[in-house]
């Protein structure tokens, strides 16, 4: 089976933030002002060090305090061995790709073959109007050579207020002279749902990361479903990698009647929160089926193990990512940012996620040839066990 369908990019190249986007519940503003928390004395050799530095390490034009500090933090981090605890240099830009809406010109970027260079564009974008393609090479940013730069200082100087110019200098892949391109900022939203219909009996929908926008998309995409009677609905959350946990509790709601959506515990298990489902959903009795695979992680699970212990879906695929932590986004004073893990979280029937993941009630691998052939077999299996369900 061939199927139009929008694989999700967001990781690929705005930002760093979307690789650590999976598990995340909520951005928190908290300085080191609102704590009463001293630092314990095994802090002091920190001190010590520093001074001694000063005092008669050879490089002195070396002894850059911030770049030391951000490495001790980094140090620190690290000695905890938790993969999903990470250090990021700027708040605002993690926080506004976390919430899919940033002010920019809208087009995916990357240094991984050299130069600077445009991914694609965002379909209607200011950069796509502005001629921006696929393959072209930023040579310059307002005048400035783009030479040595990280995408990450690449985003934070061609991001900026909607409404504002920006001027780059691009070398367009077919032709030889570099053309000056000025484009005017916008706010850029990036849709995470997409929905269609496979046939007239079955309605597919893809949940590409759970944004504060994805409820929205989410409703509309359903309703339109819904409108043309269908059999069943396949939820695609493959390579889905996760997002705001309460958007993944909004959209369980329209599946259940009621029930545990999740529980959140602490690392000996012990239960300290729990989501609950709210009655009124609008497909609480239509047969499912839910698509994932090794890049569904977090929130995605959330939705496909309560789906799953509630026996209201059939999960198709493989074995999810196995992302099961609760992570919180802290600005620090600096305006840089903490990520960390605050708890675990299981489902409705007090499995593990952590570690574990979701393992398909029917396993359908995709090999190379498949792929290679745009041949979806776990989408064909969906599509034929929910027809098999009308029969």
Same mark, same amino acid.
């Given at each position: ?26 951005? %928190? ?29 050879? #490089? ?69 109007? &502005? ?13 400035? %050579? ?72 989410? &409703? =509309? ?15 695609? /959350? ?29 690392? #000996? /298990? ?17 047969? /499912? =089926? ?46 840089? &940012? ?47 066990? /929910? ?5």
């Amino acid at each position: 089976m061939k199927i139009k369908r929008y694989i999700p990019t967001i990781a690929l190249s705005l930002s760093i933030a979307l690789a650590f986007i999976a598990g995340f519940i909520y951005a %928190t503003l908290i300085s080191s002002d609102d704590t009463n928390s001293r630092l314990p004395e095994e802090f002091d050799s920190l001190s010590e060090v520093w001074e001694l530095l000063q005092q008669s390490y050879v #490089n002195e034009s070396s002894l850059d305090p911030e770049i030391l500090s951000q490495g001790a933090i980094w140090g620190m981090l690290e000695a905890l061995d938790d993969p999903y605890t990470a250090y990021f240099e700027y708040y605002e830009l993690e926080y506004s790709d976390l919430e899919g809406t940033f002010e920019g010109i809208g087009a995916y970027i990357s240094t991984d073959d050299g130069p600077l260079t445009v991914i694609s564009p965002i379909a209607g974008s200011p950069a796509d109007e &502005a001629g921006i393609m696929a393959g072209d090479v930023i040579l310059e940013i307002d005048g400035e %050579t783009t030479d040595g730069l990280t995408v990450i200082d690449a985003v934070l100087k061609i991001r900026g207020p909607k409404g504002t110019t920006v001027t780059l200098l691009i070398q367009h892949p077919d032709e030889d002279t570099p053309v000056e391109i000025q484009i005017v900022r916008d706010e850029i939203t990036l849709p995470s749902v997409y929905g269609e219909s496979i046939s007239s009996d079955i309605a597919y929908i893809q949940i590409t990361y759970f944004s504060p926008h994805t409820t929205g998309e989410f &409703a =509309a995409a359903l309703g339109a479903a819904l409108e043309t009677d269908p059999e069943g609905i396949i939820i695609d /959350l493959r390579g889905n990698p996760g997002g705001y946990l309460y958007v993944v509790a909004d959209i369980t709601d329209e599946f259940l009647e009621g029930g545990v959506i999740l529980y959140e515990s602490n690392d #000996n /298990l012990e239960i300290f929160e729990e989501w609950a489902a709210e009655p009124g959903g609008l497909a609480t009795d239509i047969p /499912l =089926a839910v698509l994932v695979n090794e890049g569904s992680a977090s929130s995605s699970e959330v939705l496909a193990g309560a789906l799953q212990d509630h026996e209201r879906a059939s999960i198709v695929g493989t074995t999810t990512y196995g992302k099961g932590s609760v992570n919180i986004l802290v600005s620090l004073n600096d305006g840089s &940012a903490l990520y960390m893990t605050i708890a675990r979280w299981l489902t409705p029937d007090k499995h593990m996620i952590d570690g574990v993941g979701i393992t398909p009630d029917f396993v359908v691998e995709m090999d190379e040839e498949d792929i290679e052939n745009d041949i979806d077999t776990q989408l064909e299996f969906a599509v034929e066990y /929910l027809e098999s369900l009308a029969e």
